[in-house]
């Protein structure tokens, strides 16, 4: 045996479980996250498909080679499926995102059966710690980009021609969390007849079978209802980048984020980012984002009442400040694109993808 194989041969793998394929955040953490860490560590990835995956085949095939034993188990899911680690070998690892100030006793439960969890931001280890999880326990483990795929030199997609003038972004699924209505809202009133100015809404909600943003806008008796374009949900999460750079500004009034990828990714691409001043992504918002103040307020979303219990709080952005925020970049543009660009620079020096895999290695150890 060499001494390279012989150093791999005890090089223990860590046994990924979470939702590799597909679109959404959690896909995307997954698919970025694990992708990086195995150019550090040997990974062996159980890919979920919704709650199923053969994930506990693959754990008895592991343990059955001692050199393939794994070193931990590492699952980045939804708190209340992290019985998942039930019986796992090497050290239990809850990865996980959540939005809410409140999570569901169950779910504490869940997470502390674990040997350690991790989070996304130093707000939401807080939540965690308020929710009676043991400060030792609940370790920071941020998201990122991917420099290559999201940066400000990406050609931008020809897709957006047709639509004239400064364009703002949106991008993320049409619900409440979101502020998506109160964003069309204000951007109805933000400007006037004159102003050369639209709004590019890449959202959709695909819990809501009814969903129908065309009825949906006609509902909101809009001023300039053809200022508002929506553009269909994006198959390729790396097509993102040239949508983001066919655009002048991104703008996020959301009530809660558990990380806030699309944000993270606006910044990377050099565009001036307008976002909610709370929760997640004050992580990784610099001083170069527009920061929209807000109140915090008890959550009357059925969703969250539902599946939280309690509910929680989040913020509820300011439509004024936000109303001056958009009039801002639309007419201060050169100091706009300055602070779009000194975001990107933050972004791309500090949060990528193989930043949060060298933080996680450092939890690992060696």
């Not at 939540?127 to 990406?154: K, M, R, T, W, Y």
């Not at 565009?271 to 915090?296: H, K, N, Q, W």
């Amino acid at each position: 045996m060499t001494e390279k194989s012989r150093a791999k041969s005890t090089n223990p793998p860590v046994h990924a479980i979470g939702w590799f394929e597909g679109r959404f955040g959690y896909n995307v953490h997954t698919r970025n996250f694990f992708d990086s860490l195995a150019r550090l560590v040997p990974v062996a990835a159980s890919p979920l498909m919704l709650q199923d995956g053969p994930w506990q085949a693959d754990r008895d095939i592991l343990c059955r080679v001692p050199a393939l034993t794994p070193r931990a188990t590492v699952a980045l899911l939804y708190a209340e499926m992290m019985d998942i680690l039930d019986g796992a070998p090497g050290r239990r690892i809850a990865y996980t995102v959540w939005e809410s100030t409140v999570y569901p006793p169950n779910w504490i439960e869940k997470l502390r059966s674990a040997d350690e969890v991790w989070i996304p931001s130093a707000w939401g280890r807080r939540i965690l710690i308020e929710n009676g999880l043991a400060p030792d326990s609940v370790h920071v483990v941020p998201e990122g980009v991917d420099p290559a795929l999201f940066n400000p030199a990406i050609v931008p997609t020809t897709a957006l021609q047709a639509f004239s003038g400064f364009k703002f972004l949106n991008v993320g699924r049409f619900e409440t969390r979101k502020g998506t209505r109160l964003l069309i809202e204000t951007f109805d009133r933000a400007f006037g007849p004159n102003d050369e100015v639209c709004l590019i809404l890449a959202c959709d909600n695909h819990h809501d079978p009814d969903f129908d943003i065309a009825r949906i806008l006609r509902s909101l008796n809009l001023r300039y209802p053809g200022r508002i374009a929506f553009i269909p949900p994006v198959r390729s999460h790396a097509r993102f980048a040239e949508l983001y750079r066919a655009c002048d500004a991104f703008v996020a009034p959301f009530r809660a984020e558990g990380w806030g990828l699309p944000v993270c990714e606006a910044m990377a691409c050099g565009l001036p980012v307008i976002a909610t001043d709370y929760s997640g992504p004050t992580e990784f918002m610099d001083e170069s984002v527009y920061r929209i103040g807000c109140e915090i307020e008890e959550i009357t979303d059925p969703l969250y009442l539902s599946s939280a219990t309690a509910g929680g709080r989040w913020a509820e952005p300011d439509p004024d400040h936000l109303c001056e925020l958009l009039r801002d970049v639309y007419r201060n543009r050169e100091d706009a694109a300055r602070r779009g660009m000194a975001g990107s620079r933050h972004i791309l020096g500090h949060f990528t993808w193989d930043d949060a895999a060298n933080v996680a290695l450092a939890r690992l150890g060696t």
